[in-house]
């Protein structure tokens, strides 16, 4: 008999949980504390897709710390930056609030996985996709030929071969690059 109400006293146990009230706020909350939602992002469009054979060309900016790869008269895909020692890497396309994930990148035999989160950027509408890596992760050379990159919910990204990248990792590193 007690073997058969087990079963039916545990799911009673449940029943009754689910109807408490929530539990009251911690005795640290602060004082009149209020909650909120947090604002919703207008969604950013997603770049068009061009006709297939056509890649993305890349710029280099005139100061060799930061370089770009997108179509001509359109806003980057991807770009490098050399900030204070440390290389940034943005994938401009939309990214929810909150949200972090692993921007894979695949080329010349190596894969790097980089951490990336929701940032906000300065004139740009909504959150991009942007991390941070050392200049001299030994990774990075997957950048001196053509690559690939998959983001979760960002879609595929090919990037051609180009010297800029190279550039600006080796002058984020403390050297120079090559004109």
């Given at each position: 008999m007690i073997l058969r109400a087990a079963p039916a006293l545990g799911a009673l146990t449940l029943l009754l949980a689910a109807c408490s009230p929530p539990a009251p706020e911690p005795?640290?909350?602060?004082?009149?504390?209020?909650?909120?939602?947090?604002?919703?992002?207008?969604?950013?469009?997603?770049?068009?897709?061009?006709?297939?054979g056509v890649l993305p060309e890349w710029t280099a900016a005139p100061d060799g710390l930061s370089a770009r790869v997108g179509y001509p008269g359109e806003a980057a895909q991807l770009s490098l930056e050399c900030r204070a020692g440390t290389l940034v890497v943005t994938r401009n396309v939309p990214a929810p609030v909150g949200a972090?994930?692993?921007?894979?990148?695949?080329?010349?035999?190596?894969?790097?996985?980089?951490?990336?989160?929701?940032?906000?950027?300065?004139?740009?509408?909504?959150y991009m996709w942007q991390g941070m890596?050392?200049?001299?992760?030994?990774?990075?050379?997957?950048?001196?030929?053509?690559?690939?990159?998959?983001?979760?919910?960002?879609?595929?990204?090919?990037?051609?071969?180009?010297?800029?990248?190279?550039?600006?990792?080796?002058?984020?590193?403390?050297?120079?690059?090559?004109?």
């Open positions: 005795a640290d909350a602060p004082l009149d504390a209020v909650r909120m939602s947090l604002p919703t992002q207008k969604p950013v469009p997603l770049p068009v897709a061009h006709p297939s972090a994930a692993l921007f894979a990148l695949q080329g010349s035999g190596l894969i790097l996985r980089l951490p990336v989160d929701a940032t906000a950027l300065p004139g740009q509408h909504g890596i050392a200049p001299s992760d030994p990774r990075l050379a997957l950048f001196d030929s053509s690559f690939n990159g998959t983001l979760p919910g960002a879609g595929h990204i090919e990037v051609p071969a180009s010297k800029a990248p190279g550039a600006v990792i080796k002058r984020c590193r403390g050297g120079t690059p090559s004109p």
